[in-house]
């Protein structure tokens, strides 16, 4: 059996880890508060963190990329009338085909069209008179 270094560097703690993981929790809770008021059920916001920590603290041993939440998604999901969970393993096989199949269609699309995209998803969300109000 060879012997294995052992390095704090393995676990991911640079600070762009810290950066992003500081500004992606209270983004992951305002989408959940978000979709919360929507529905009209509650989310618990410490319940929020742990769960995210914890995804955090099981993907640095397998160096995956910070857990954050899915606002484009879950908006795409809500605009379409998904109710169920089922509707993300439906996304999740059509994201496959579509990078397997037609990446190469898309390999010229711009950034901004992408961003256009999720803002215009996003407009749905937003109450203008509530806006309006503020």
Same mark, same amino acid.
């Given at each position: $059996?060879?012997?294995?270094? !052992? ?12 950066? /992003? *993981? ?5 983004? /992951? ?19 929020? $963190? +742990?769960? +995210? @920590?914890? $995804?955090?603290? &099981? @993907?640095?041993?397998?160096? /995956? ?5 899915? !606002? ?5 999901? *809500? ?10 393993? +439906?996304? @999740?096989?059509?994201?496959? &085909?579509?990078?397997? !199949?037609? $990446? ?18 996003? &407009? ?8 309006? *109000?503020?």
């Amino acid at each position: $059996m060879e012997h294995v270094a !052992f390095s704090w560097k393995s676990f991911g703690t640079s600070n762009e880890n810290w950066a /992003c *993981h500081w500004h992606h929790l209270p983004q /992951c809770i305002a989408v959940g508060r978000t979709f919360a008021a929507l529905k009209n059920y509650q989310v618990d916001g410490n319940k929020e $963190m +742990i769960a +995210i @920590g914890l $995804m955090n603290i &099981v @993907g640095s041993s397998t160096s /995956c990329y910070v857990t954050t939440s899915a !606002f484009s998604r879950s908006t795409v999901n *809500h605009n379409a009338g998904a109710k169920t969970a089922v509707s993300n393993i +439906i996304m @999740g096989v059509t994201v496959m &085909v579509t990078l397997l !199949f037609l $990446m190469p269609l898309f390999q010229y699309t711009p950034n901004v069209v992408l961003g256009a995209i999720i803002v215009t998803t996003v &407009v749905g969300l937003i109450d203008l008179l509530a806006a309006y *109000h503020i």
